[in-house]
């Protein structure tokens, strides 16, 4: 927070083609300082956030931003004095609810991990590179990427510990958040799958004390239906309200917009809800998605449009993401080649024994590489490629785990982690032996970056690239430069 208010007061803005509506009111000085202060956190989708908390969905192509983050600035700004203007209140608003939901969003990616992973070493590695990642300007913007990332990882380990119905309702409120939270619906799929496989792989039990086959087969079809249309009813609801809003009749509020709002649309040829005029063309659409159609009208999102020439900076900005989120796939396949046959279905003999594989190639985290790679995929291919890092940075937990397992694996200063004698024989810089001794976890990633001389190529690169786009995204982004 600090070094953005920093970087927007030394670099002046960039002059993007970008949406960027006028200032409605006379701003006090306490609104001129928090823009001078916050002003960096309100760049690019952040305008369409606070835009949309201020006036609702009055723009067509604001649509393509789900509600539940604006709803949630709107709720906080209310708390604010009314002598501050609304933008000012939302700016305040987007940057305390981020603060505090990107910490609760890293707490619940180490509890995840300490699920799956089984240990805690590295759970708590993989959470203290969630605190630099490098979507971390996205995750402190007036951006849904720390809603998302709270809801979904805690949706994840609540599922984890076997509680479907709160982790259904989680679920359900981040893909009222973000889009691609519906994919989530696969993890609900996939858990009562493997329930019901590993059921038939026990053995025939005792006459009576299991039901039928075709009873449990169809408790595991509601169930898993239920589950996925909640995950989905917060998506169906939103394009049923816009439906209503822009393909309903006019209702001449035109009188209510204010006249600079109106100026905006004119200019820029915005669509505006309640005004009369020809309906948009996704309204006579079998299945009225005004979603997909922004996303395809009025930024070419779509099955290998970015593969242009001109795109090539943008694939290079997307590619330490992709190399890693490639790397961490082929790593687990090939580790578990039969696990990722059987899709991880099949019981292994170390879970027989009640001794599975723990870490990042255990057979439970076989799930969570379908779900990156499939995001990685569907991201590099049609979406705007530059995007991947941080759509993977708030939405999977692999883009942290998979870094803390090549760091503990590889780099010999972590082998001594909660010793007193590291491998060189020499104190190392950032240790804390009073603190291991209280069972105070140490944190290895400053140990890292004060013994950077000491640490293996392999650590240097993958620190560069967390701290680097960390870096480069405050500069950028805070001032309207392209960035991802």
């Known amino acids: 927070l600090v070094l953005q208010a920093v970087f927007n007061a030394l670099i002046p803005d960039h002059g993007a083609d970008a949406f960027s509506p006028p200032r409605l009111g006379q701003p006090g000085p306490w609104d001129a300082l928090l823009e001078r202060l916050l002003g960096g956190l309100g760049r690019w989708d952040g305008e369409h956030f606070l835009f949309i908390a201020e006036h609702g969905y009055l723009f067509e192509h604001n649509c393509a931003f789900l509600p539940l983050f604006p709803l949630s600035l709107r709720a906080l700004a209310g708390l604010w004095p009314s002598q501050l203007q609304p933008r000012a209140r939302l700016l305040l608003s987007a940057a305390l609810l981020n603060a505090l939901l990107s910490v609760l969003a890293a707490a619940a990616l180490f509890q995840l991990g300490r ?279 708030s939405s999977s937990p692999i883009l942290y785990w998979f870094p803390a397992h090549l760091l503990q694996e590889h780099e010999p200063l972590l082998w001594s982690a909660g010793t007193d004698n590291p491998p060189s024989g020499k104190p190392l810089l950032g240790e804390s032996p009073s603190a291991c001794g209280k069972g105070t976890p140490d944190n290895l990633v400053l140990r890292l970056l004060l013994n950077w001389r000491l640490i293996t190529p392999l650590s240097k690169s993958i620190l560069a690239f967390f701290l680097s786009y960390w870096l480069l995204g405050l500069i950028l982004h805070c001032n309207f430069f392209p960035w991802t």
């Not at 893909?175 to 038939?200: D, E, P, T, W």
């Not at 509020?253 to 948009?280: F, S």
């Open 115 to 393: 699920a799956v992973l089984r240990r805690q070493s590295q759970a708590f590695l993989a959470a203290l590179l969630f605190s630099l990642s490098p979507a971390s300007v996205f995750m402190a913007a007036a951006y849904s990427e720390s809603t998302f990332a709270m809801l979904a990882f805690s949706a994840m380990w609540q599922l984890e510990k076997g509680h479907s119905w709160l982790s259904g309702l989680l679920f359900s409120l981040a893909s009222g958040a973000r889009a691609n939270g519906l994919v989530n619906a696969g993890f609900f799929l996939y858990s009562c799958i493997k329930r019901f496989a590993l059921r038939l792989q026990v053995g025939p039990a005792p006459a009576g004390k299991l039901p039928p086959l075709w009873k449990q087969l169809l408790g595991l079809a509601s169930s898993a239906a239920l589950m996925c249309a909640g995950v989905f009813l917060p998506f169906a609801l939103f394009q049923y309200y816009a439906y209503v809003r822009f393909c309903g009749p006019g209702t001449g509020q035109d009188g209510t917009i204010p006249e600079p709002l109106l100026q905006l649309a004119r200019d820029k040829g915005y669509r505006v809800a309640g005004m009369d005029g020809a309906k948009p063309p996704w309204c006579s659409q079998r299945i009225p998605l005004v979603y997909s159609y922004i996303q395809d009208t009025y930024w070419n999102v779509g099955f290998l449009r970015y593969f242009e020439l001109r795109q090539i900076p943008n694939f290079l900005l997307a590619l330490p993401v992709t190399l890693l989120g490639s790397w961490a796939a082929w790593t687990y396949v090939s580790t578990n080649p039969q696990h990722c046959l059987t899709l991880g279905l099949e019981r292994s003999k170390s879970e027989e024994q009640g001794k599975p594989r723990d870490g990042f190639c255990g057979p439970a985290v076989f799930v969570y590489v379908v779900h990156a790679t499939a995001l990685l995929v569907f991201g590099f291919f049609c979406m705007h490629v530059q995007v991947l890092t941080r759509f993977l940075g």
